[in-house]
């Protein structure tokens, strides 16, 4: 069972999370209970889980209470159960960790939200993403539905969505970056109706995945 997602028009949680704005729901949804806070967010490069982490940080830093960004030098046994730690990119976690992340898991009291991509993935992320979910459905990160476009594109025609999720197929960073290269069209006052304004996302857009691809592994390369 996946939490519903859905948009706001905020300007400084757009500026915070610009990437995961559709989350915002679910995302409000953890921090508003006294109930330690637990969750897993899941999905893909660049759909916004970092982000997605970074205003929950705020948030609760904003209520006065205890969280943590799980870094490299931290003990996971000695962060109090009461702090709320955030995990970013799980799924690169050696088993060790993820053995104690489970531990922590598995005391209800305990404080946790894990952000990690589906895949891969190994054994123990999925023991710990059983354990975390028994207290709320995983909020998935990475589509964006029509709804959710037009709270991202607000001025945008009928015709300009369709043609942003017929060429992003909804992917949320892709949406992201057309997204940001509707608001250069704003900002030189061109009209995002124009042909050619939209032939300029759509390069936009390509010279993004291009980039994207050179920057991954040779191995992943050659399997695209």
């Known amino acids: ?3 519903l ?3 706001s028009s905020d300007t400084r949680t757009a500026s915070m ?9 679910a995302l409000h949804a953890i921090v508003a209970t006294d109930r330690p806070v637990r969750a897993a967010i899941v999905g893909g490069h660049g759909s916004g889980k970092t982000d997605a982490l970074r205003f929950l940080h705020a948030q609760l830093e904003a ?25 970013d990119d799980a799924h690169t976690l050696d088993p060790a960790r993820l053995s104690q992340l489970i ?6 009291d305990a404080a946790v939200v894990i952000a990690y991509r589906a895949w891969p993935a190994p054994p123990e992320l999925l023991e710990l ?8 459905p995983a909020i998935l ?13 607000p001025d945008a025609s009928a015709e300009c969505e369709e043609r942003v999720l017929a060429t992003t197929g909804g992917i949320a960073w892709l949406v992201f970056e057309c997204a940001q290269a509707h608001a ?17 996302v759509t390069r936009a857009l390509m010279r993004r995945i291009s980039h994207r691809l050179d920057t991954v592994s040779p191995r992943l390369r050659r399997r695209i």
């Open 1 to 3: 069972m996946t939490t």
């Open 5 to 7: 997602l859905n948009s």
């Open 17 to 25: 999370m610009p990437r995961a704005l559709h989350a915002l729901t």
């Open 63 to 87: 209520d006065d209470r205890p969280v943590r960004l799980l870094s490299a030098r931290d003990r996971i046994s000695t962060v109090p159960d009461d702090v709320a730690l955030l995990v």
């Open 103 to 108: 531990d922590r898991a598995h005391r209800p």
């Open 129 to 136: 993403t059983r354990a975390v979910e028994r207290n709320a």
């Open 141 to 153: 990160l990475g589509e964006v539905t029509l709804a959710e476009l037009r709270e991202l594109l």
């Open 184 to 200: 250069a069209l704003a900002y030189e006052e061109r009209n995002c109706g124009d042909d050619e304004a939209h032939a300029d």
